[in-house]
T-cell receptor
Framework: DSGVTQTPKHLITATGQRVTLRCSPR?????VYWYQQSLDQGLQFLIQ???????AKGNILERFSAQQFPDLHSELNLSSLELGVSALYFC???????????????FGPGTRLTVT | GENVEQHPSTLSVQEGDSAVIKCTYS??????FPWYKQELGKRPQLIID?????GEKKDQRIAVTLNKTAKHFSLHITETQPEDSAVYFC????????????FGSGTRLQVQP
């Protein structure tokens, strides 16, 4: 168990709908990353939040958004869903103090999204 | 941006043999290189990592080597066991600015008993 939790575990919804995925980081971790894992695209970075603020964006669709709340949990909102966004969505957390070296990222169990 | 290439895509070894997975990266500013193991339907699990100020790191049967000049790093698993069977991902990130991981495409390791 990494200490990172994600809900729900599975989500089945129809095209055009909107869903919210939730992530709680490890105790003490300030940074949350969202990744998408699909068969054809592999593991891809979507977005990062650090202590409530957006830090970096990757290959995230415009109709997707995220936020990190004062208690440091994060939510990923996916709207106008299409079949192509069916995938496993992981969040990862890290401490990320200052300094030059990267920090370990620990992954949650993921949310499997199926759009029908 | 960063690009990470990983080889081979599949690897089958006999129990007790060694396995080597290789990755190359494109951005010379990358300085953190973790390896993750992912079993079917499970989360990626960090198994070992290396930073650019170190050339080699070992943890029991697992070791990682880094060649900054050639921009490649490798995972070595010795005395493989059936429970090592999984998909292994390499990744790279920079220490400043964007610290998100750029992943390789994964290697499916099958250890035959």
């Amino acid at each position: 168990d990494s200490g990172v939790t994600q809900t729900p575990k599975h989500l089945i919804t129809a095209t055009g709908q909107r869903v919210t995925l939730r992530c709680s980081p490890r105790s003490g971790d300030l940074s949350v990353y969202w990744y998408q894992q699909s068969l054809d695209q592999g593991l891809q970075f979507l977005i990062q939040y650090y202590n409530g603020e957006e830090r970096a964006k990757g290959n995230i669709l415009e109709r997707f958004s995220a936020q990190q709340f004062p208690d440091l949990h994060s939510e990923l909102n996916l709207s106008s869903l299409e079949l192509g966004v069916s995938a496993l969505y992981f969040c990862a957390s890290s401490v990320e103090f200052g300094g030059l070296a990267g920090s370990e990222q620990y992954f949650g169990p993921g949310t499997r999204l199926t759009v029908t | 941006g960063e690009n990470v290439e990983q080889h081979p895509s599949t690897l089958s070894v006999q129990e007790g043999d060694s396995a080597v997975i290789k990755c190359t990266y494109s951005d010379s500013a990358s300085n953190y290189f973790p390896w993750y193991k992912q079993e079917l339907g499970k989360r990626p699990q960090l198994i070992i990592d290396i930073r650019s100020n170190v050339g080699e790191k070992k943890d029991q049967r697992i070791a990682v080597t880094l060649n900054k000049t050639a921009k490649h790093f490798s995972l070595h698993i010795t005395e493989t066991q059936p429970e090592d069977s999984a998909v292994y991902f390499c990744a790279a990130s920079k220490g400043t600015g964007r610290r998100a991981l750029t992943f390789g495409s994964g290697t499916r390791l099958q250890v035959q008993p």
